[in-house]
Nanobody, 118 residues
């Protein structure tokens, strides 16, 4: 069974850092693109970052230079390192197979809550 499980969220002060994990089971991450998405209260879900099977990465303008996506093949896990966090980064973060527009997905995992607040 193909599953992705998000973890690593929490409460952090502005300027702080968190590392989110997206652990895969039932398939090998290396062969697929994996995207990170987020949904803030009252807002639509949006794409944050993507890592493709060839290792290339992309970022939303709002997080470029602050977030870094990476993949650990041995752990079959994709990470999202988030630095210089801002209150506007507060959202539930999700990972998903492939890097499609958020509206293309029918099902999402539980996600992990990130709250940036003093």
């Amino acid at each position: 069974q193909v599953q992705l499980a998000e973890s690593g969220g929490g409460l952090v002060q502005p300027g702080g850092s968190l590392r989110l994990s997206c652990a895969a089971s039932g398939f090998t991450l290396d062969y697929y693109a994996i995207g990170w998405f987020r949904q803030a209260p009252g807002k639509e879900r949006e794409g944050v970052s993507c890592i493709k099977s060839d290792g290339s990465t992309s970022y939303a303008d709002s997080v470029k230079g602050r977030f870094t996506i990476s993949r650990d093949s041995a752990k079959n896990t994709v990470y999202l390192q988030m630095n210089s966090l801002k209150p506007e980064d507060t959202a539930v973060y999700y990972c998903a197979l492939e890097c499609l527009p958020a509206t293309r997905y029918d099902n999402w995992g539980q996600g992990t809550q990130v709250t940036v607040s003093s």
